[in-house]
Antibody, heavy 126, light 106 residues
Framework: QVHLQQSGAGLVRPSGTLSLTCDVS?????????WSWVRQPPGKGLEWIGI???????????????NYHPSLERRVTISVDTSKNRFFLKLTSLTAADTAVYYC???????????WGQGVLVTVSS | DIQMTQSPSSLSASVGDTVTITCRAS??????LNWYQQKPGKAPSLLIY???RLQGGVPSRFSGAGSGPEFTLTITSLQPDDFATYYC?????????FGQGTKLEI
């Protein structure tokens, strides 16, 4: 049973950068799965941020293995460190609208998120 | 982009009732429709994937059906533990998207 453990700063200043880590245990990040990030503003619904294949953002032949929500793609990067069995979310140029609980998830071969991290509340405030 | 619209937004029911939540997609697709349950302060949990396949460990009183553009989640014989918020999600095409959620209340 794979387990996802999230870490990262909970308070970030406006215009700053959000950096979150998701550690994977109970399985290898290099298994044939995708890895995703989802967020949830306080009191609101789930918002899909993006997804990455275990090989990382770009394959050896230059083909992209990551996909981001168009509204965020100029500010977001998802990456993978297979040696440490973890993946990351970076979101730049933060505003108050980015305040949310951020979740990491494993997306399985049926393209469903079957394991989730515990969530981290990130507040954008000075 | 595919927009997912859930109805109703909220629903009141009693233990033992049967309820159905509907998710309508803005484009037609046949599969890659998932349902999640979320309780307050907790991460979502996968209930149904690929329209109608029950995730391991999920009680059989949960079932999914439909094909694009309309999909349904039905819960029979409601139990106290089922009162939560439910979300549909399409993973047919990027960007993936969720419905706005249905809050099931006692």
């Amino acid at each position: 049973q794979v387990h996802l453990q999230q870490s990262g700063a909970g308070l970030v200043r406006p215009s700053g950068t959000l950096s979150l880590t998701c550690d994977v245990s109970g399985g290898s990040i290099s298994d044939t799965n995708w890895w995703s990030w989802v967020r949830q503003p306080p009191g609101k619904g789930l918002e899909w941020i993006g997804i990455i294949y275990h090989r990382g953002e770009v394959d050896d032949d230059g083909s992209a293995n990551a996909n981001y929500h168009p509204s965020l793609e100029r500010r977001v990067t998802i990456s993978v460190d297979t040696s440490k069995n973890r993946f990351f979310l970076k979101l730049t140029s933060l505003t108050a609208a980015d305040t949310a609980v951020y979740y990491c998830a494993r997306t399985n071969q049926q393209l469903a998120d079957d394991s989730w991290g515990q969530g981290v509340l990130v507040t954008v405030s000075s | 982009d595919i927009q997912m619209t859930q109805s109703p937004s909220s629903l009141s029911a009693s233990v033992g009732d049967t309820v159905t939540i509907t998710c309508r997609a803005s484009q037609r697709f046949a599969s890659y429709l998932n349902w999640y349950q979320q309780k307050p302060g907790k991460a979502p949990s996968l209930l149904i994937y690929s329209v109608s396949r029950l995730q391991g460990g999920v009680p059989s009183r949960f079932s999914g059906a439909g094909s694009g553009p309309e999909f349904t989640l039905t819960i029979t014989s409601l139990q106290p533990d089922d009162f939560a918020t439910y979300y549909c999600q399409q993973t047919h095409s990027f960007p993936y998207s969720f419905g706005q959620g249905t809050k099931l209340e006692i």
